[in-house]
């Protein structure tokens, strides 16, 4: 009452935040807030670990089991604040511990399994409990199943290590990629070159930012309003050999396009300003209804960097392109390319990872491209490993009506070759013969 804005929103993400609200001063923004079930279970597990650390087993394995049910059921994440998968393989792992620590291997092995069906990858804190569970039942045959498993766990869980670590690095790069262009703002840099061409534009950027706007929402506003003329200035230096400078200009105005389109979607979610300025924009301009045609401008922008890049064997700047790109990419058809791009410098696990990120934003080619790799058993002139079933159901997916991106009429081609020869290779005397001689000689 008393004039106070009021606002809804689903969700407080801890403790001491809901804390911070409560304590909020009168007058001030109202928030509800509900607990969320990954909280309520975490909560539970957290006790059930207090009871164990106590000696309580039986009481923590009924809490733990009791956490685990409420998170079946619920949506799959990434969701805002949600992740289900992540909060079950955590609970999981806790109560197969605590299953092993009572001698109860087979209650374990459920647990884990429980906990490796939530995961879209392999965990490999839950594969090493798990081979624990199977060497104290005494299944030496699963136990070294389950060791081959957690290698391969901890090599990608390293690999991607090392991407994080990557990312990092670069996070603490200007945003607006000065550290490219010798310090200075690439806006501002293209703008003084085109100046004496396009006065407007310099104008613009030269004026002081309205009232009540965000700021960094209205340096995205200005940055596309100027987006074609970054990348013509990006084009002439690229053409000249000034790779640093036209990479600066391209992601300046490319991440700006990118960021604006998902303000716009994700409209609710913003501060008060932020909106303020989205508004405006869109009122006095045709911003709304070109913000595809930005996006896609920046995609092909951004996919003449990465080739220009490669080709000067830039794979840092290649890698910081994409970087930029990829999570916009909402029909997968960056990743395809991108991993297109892998595959011809040899780097085949990385390639049909992209593939698979792209078959899974619903594009065809992409569905192609890793279909071909899983059903020859051959990417980048590396073996990789063959999954046929798979193959077969990337190339469905590949020919279904409802795929996001259509497959290019000579990819459909290559369909046909391939599941020919899977087939074949399923009716050949060779193949019998091959496989019978790799089959592991029964003991004596």
């Known amino acids: 009452g008393g004039g106070a804005e009021?606002?809804?929103?689903?969700?407080?993400?801890?403790?001491?935040?809901?804390?911070?609200?409560?304590?909020?001063?009168?007058?001030?923004?109202?928030?509800?807030?509900?607990?969320?079930?990954?909280?309520?279970?975490?909560?539970?597990?957290?006790?059930?670990?207090?009871?164990?650390?106590?000696?309580?087993?039986?009481?923590?394995?009924?809490?733990?089991?009791?956490?685990?049910?409420?998170?079946?059921?619920?949506?799959?994440?990434?969701?805002?604040?949600?992740?289900?998968?992540?909060?079950?393989a955590d609970i999981a792992t806790a109560a197969a511990r605590n299953a092993l620590a009572r001698d109860r291997a087979a209650d374990a092995i459920r647990l884990c399994e429980v906990g490796l069906a939530a995961r879209p990858s392999p965990d490999a804190t839950l594969l090493e409990v798990l081979m624990e569970a199977h060497g104290a039942r005494g299944d030496k045959t699963a136990e070294r199943l389950t060791q081959a498993k957690l290698a391969v766990a901890r090599a990608s869980e390293l690999a991607e290590s090392r991407r994080r670590a990557y990312r990092a690095e670069h996070?603490?790069?200007?945003?607006?990629?000065?550290?490219?262009?010798?310090?200075?703002?690439?806006?501002?840099?293209?703008?003084?070159?085109?100046?004496?061409?396009?006065?407007?534009?310099?104008?613009?950027?030269?004026?002081?930012?309205?009232?009540?706007?965000?700021e960094e929402t209205y340096d995205h506003v200005r940055t596309v309003s100027n987006a074609g003329l970054c990348y013509l200035f990006?084009?002439?230096?690229?053409?000249?050999?000034?790779?640093?400078?036209?990479?600066?200009?391209?992601l300046r105005a490319a991440r700006s396009s990118f960021e604006l389109g998902a303000m716009h979607e994700r409209r609710r979610q913003l501060t008060r300003a932020q909106r303020h300025t989205l508004d405006v924009t869109f009122a006095n301009t045709n911003f709304g209804s070109r913000l595809d045609e930005f996006r896609q401008d920046a995609y092909g922008a951004v996919m003449d960097l990465v080739?220009?890049?490669?080709?000067?064997?830039?794979?840092?700047?290649?890698?910081?392109?994409?970087?930029?790109?990829?999570?916009?990419?909402?029909?997968g058809s960056f990743h395809c390319n991108l991993g297109l791009l892998e595959r011809e410098e040899g780097n085949a696990e990385r390639a049909m990872e992209l593939w698979r990120e792209a078959a899974a934003r619903g594009n065809g080619d992409a569905c192609v491209e890793l279909g071909l790799a899983l059903g020859s058993g051959v990417c980048a002139s590396q073996a990789v490993r063959t999954d046929e079933e798979e193959a077969a159901r990337l190339f469905a997916r590949a020919r279904s009506p409802g795929?996001?991106?259509?497959?290019?009429?000579?990819?459909?081609?290559?369909?046909?070759?391939?599941?020919?020869?899977?087939?074949?290779?399923?009716?050949?005397?060779?193949?019998?013969?091959?496989?019978?001689?790799?089959?592991?000689l029964a003991p004596s």
């Open 6 to 88: 009021h606002e809804m929103v689903d969700y407080a993400p801890n403790a001491n935040v809901r804390a911070r609200m409560q304590r909020a001063p009168a007058g001030s923004t109202v928030v509800q807030y509900v607990d969320l079930p990954h909280d309520v279970a975490r909560a539970k597990a957290a006790r059930a670990a207090e009871r164990a650390s106590a000696g309580e087993l039986e009481g923590a394995a009924a809490l733990y089991e009791e956490a685990l049910g409420s998170l079946r059921g619920l949506p799959e994440g990434p969701t805002p604040m949600i992740d289900t998968a992540h909060a079950t």
């Open 171 to 214: 996070a603490a790069d200007d945003r607006r990629f000065t550290d490219l262009c010798e310090g200075a703002d690439p806006l501002r840099v293209v703008l003084e070159g085109e100046k004496d061409d396009f006065p407007e534009a310099w104008a613009m950027i030269s004026q002081p930012m309205p009232p009540g706007a965000d």
């Open 234 to 250: 990006a084009s002439k230096r690229g053409a000249q050999g000034q790779l640093l400078v036209a990479t600066a200009a391209t």
């Open 307 to 331: 080739t220009r890049c490669r080709d000067a064997r830039e794979y840092g700047l290649l890698r910081r392109a994409a970087a930029v790109a990829l999570p916009h990419d909402t029909i």
């Open 403 to 440: 795929i996001v991106e259509e497959v290019h009429p000579y990819r459909l081609q290559m369909i046909a070759q391939c599941e020919l020869a899977m087939r074949i290779r399923k009716v050949s005397p060779m193949t019998k013969v091959v496989r019978a001689a790799a089959r592991p």
